[in-house]
């Protein structure tokens, strides 16, 4: 069984910073891609961004490209997403979530293990 635990979310301002954590357990943690969605009150969850399982390669939603990076420690089964120059647009739960083994993916339904969310809230 596999969990994810995510932390790091709060309160800040338009434009400033937070970075938010997922501590997985298992020990397969680096064998897989893992992912971060977001969503908002009303909204569908949607894709942030997604990191290989070796850190290889990263991928950004359009909306989040050039202000937040992906990041993995496989060392310590961590995944965190760096998140700057943040926007009220920005504010919803975010998750972590495993996706393909030894691959990456933008599309929810390959992500098999959910966190159960951190919520990050931009004030104007």
């Known amino acids: 069984q596999v969990q994810l635990v995510e932390s790091g979310g709060g309160l800040v301002q338009a434009g400033g910073s937070l970075r938010v954590s997922c501590a997985a357990s298992?020990?397969?943690?680096?064998?897989?891609?893992m992912g971060w969605f977001r969503q908002a009150p009303g909204k569908e969850r949607e894709f942030v961004a997604a990191?290989?399982?070796?850190?290889?390669?990263?991928y950004y939603a359009d909306s989040v490209k050039g202000r937040f990076t992906i990041s993995r420690d496989n060392a310590k089964n961590t995944v965190y997403l760096q998140m700057n120059s943040l926007k009220p647009e920005d504010t919803a739960v975010y998750y972590c979530?495993?996706?393909?083994?030894?691959?990456?993916?933008?599309?929810?339904?390959?992500?098999?293990?959910w966190g159960q969310g951190t919520q990050v809230t931009v004030s104007s």
């Open positions: 979530a495993r996706g393909p083994r030894y691959s990456s993916s933008r599309r929810r339904e390959e992500y098999d293990y």
């Open positions: 298992g020990r397969t943690f680096s064998d897989y891609g």
């Open positions: 990191i290989t399982w070796n850190g290889g390669f990263t």
